[in-house]
């Protein structure tokens, strides 16, 4: 279990740039998350795959953002044309499928927007 | 909706006391889970316990216990003997049974003092 794995650490880019983070779950897990942390507040949920198909989006989950799982194993969360507002912590968690299978979290990529 | 609230943005205690962490929460659901947690200083989140709303006892884990009143909606983290090392952001989250959103509190900081 080599837990759950982020990519890039830290990204700092200006505004109305693109950039793109990669996330990959355990490898036994079915299940893939994306949440963004504000400083000072707990993760909000941003969508979540079950294999490769995206099954639930939440509303903070603008037309600029999108996330891929093309192959059921590694996501990738995009964001086009950067705002201040996108400056967060982003979460990667991934779980087995099943009742109550706890999710377990990845050390995040902060995006820091200049 | 569902709801978590963290009423103590910090809190700091001695080393081997102690400390309760306070939880409320909302939901008009019957079956739900509740956890607890860890994110310690630039590491990823870890979970630290876990409750099924439908079980009476309360979950214990080591040094972690909580206080579940599901009647008053309340969640709290008793820590025991505490240890430098549980010096982290702990945060409340809920569960909705058949979903995947996690819901989370804003968080609490505990520094446990040598």
């Known amino acids: 279990d080599t837990g759950v794995s982020q990519d890039p650490r830290h990204k700092i880019t200006k505004r109305g740039q693109n950039v793109t983070f990669r996330c990959d779950p355990i490898?036994?897990?079915?299940?893939l998350y994306w949440y963004r942390q504000t400083l000072g507040q707990g993760p909000e949920f941003l969508t979540y795959f079950q294999n490769e198909a995206q099954l639930e989006k939440s509303r903070l989950l603008s037309d600029r953002f999108s996330a891929e799982r093309p192959k059921g194993s590694f996501s990738t969360l995009e964001i086009q044309r950067t705002e201040q507002g996108d400056s967060a912590m982003y979460l990667c968690a991934s779980s087995s499928v099943g009742y109550n299978q706890p999710q377990h979290f990845g050390d995040g990529t902060r995006l820091s927007i200049l | 909706a569902q709801t978590v609230t963290q009423s103590q943005p910090e809190m700091s205690v001695q080393e081997a006391e102690t400390v309760t962490l306070s939880c409320t929460y909302d939901t008009s659901e019957s079956n739900y889970y509740l956890f607890w947690y860890k994110q310690p200083p630039s590491r990823q989140m870890i979970l630290v316990i876990r409750q099924e709303a439908y079980k009476q006892q309360n979950a214990t884990e080591n040094r972690f216990s909580v206080n579940f009143q599901k009647a008053a909606k309340s969640f709290s983290l008793k820590i025991s003997d505490s240890q430098l090392g549980d010096t982290a952001m702990y945060f409340c989250?809920?569960?909705?049974?058949?979903?995947?959103?996690?819901?989370f509190g804003q968080g609490t900081r505990l520094t446990i003092n040598p």
């Open positions: 989250a809920l569960l909705r049974q058949g979903a995947q959103k996690l819901v």
């Open positions: 490898s036994e897990h079915n299940r």
